[in-house]
């Protein structure tokens, strides 16, 4: 018998084991059946507050038998997929990021560029032998070592932004500066491809709230749009890596440091005007979605999967 719930494994179970898990099973089912009610209806919270859910690809898998109207549009886009079997060129990545705005059809997209390096490591680019990967070259960084590579992504991306309403999101930001050079670098690319004749737009560039100190000093940071990336950031305020089964008591989402830091990004979106979502797995998870309402989120991001369970907890809150 297989928990996926708590991932445990269960040789030869005994009668008792399979009744109670039987039993589990179904009222998991009852539970499914009436959050998918909300699946497709806007989420609005029990005092009234309307809560944009938007949802997390992973690939173009992600889209399929999925409706549109089912979310606000897409809020993460990991783009290291593309990066598995090889660098992919400007016309594979073109295609792709048109697809997710076919697919919006007018709602926002929001596409984050490579994200490679600590838990996400791409043979052939990111850095063998790091002692600390999670601290290491990745995301942005790797982007900035590799210029050629993030070039031909940044022209993929702004070809694509041509098209409707996509925007660029940069991962791992940690000093303003970083976010300064990638809008010059794209700014750079924009203006060639309209020189050739190229169509092509200048996105909104928002950036992944994920390290520390750009959650503490927010206010630095003048970037379109904020998305906390609450799987890094708490292992980044709790120092409990995000893969560790034996810290998963320390990783803990609701811890006072974690959410005071969710809470003044919030803060600070509200007082600029600018849009502030979460799109780690904290989103996703509906025991969860209230300590972020709480904190002034109005914005979430989820996977597709946790669309209606979301939803539902979104509802269920402040009524
Ligand atoms: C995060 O860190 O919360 C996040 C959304 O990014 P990733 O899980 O891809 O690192
Ligand atoms: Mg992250």
Sequence with gaps: MLDAESGRLIVNPSDVATS???????????QTESEAKYRSIPAVSGSGTRITVQINVESETTLERLDPESCDGIGLTRTEFLFHDGLPDEEVQYRFYRRLIEWASGKPVV????????????????????????????????????????????????RAAALGPLQIMLPMV??????????????????????RGIAAAMPPVGI???????????ARFDAAFYSIGTNDLIQYVTASSRDSVALAPLYDATSPAVLELIARVAAHGRSVGREVSVCGDMASDPKLV????????????????????????????GR
């Design 111 to 158: 596409i984050r560029t490579l994200d490679a390096g600590g838990d996400k490591p791409i043979a052939g680019l990111t850095l063998l032998g790091e002692q600390n990967p999670f601290l290491g070259v990745r995301g942005i960084r790797l982007s900035f070592s590799n210029p050629e590579v993030f070039r031909v992504q940044v022209r993929a991306l702004s």
């Design 290 to 317: 209230r300590y972020l309402l709480e904190a002034g989120i109005t914005s979430l991001s989820v996977t597709p999967a946790a669309l209606g369970s979301v939803k539902h907890a979104v509802s269920a809150h």
């Design 20 to 30: 109670q898990f039987q039993l589990r099973k179904r009222a998991r089912i009852a």
């Design 174 to 195: 940690t000093i303003p500066d970083e976010l300064k050079t990638a809008r010059e670098m794209l700014r750079e690319e924009v203006d060639s491809l309209v020189s």
């Design 208 to 218: 992944m709230v994920e390290v520390p100190a750009v959650a503490i000093s927010i």
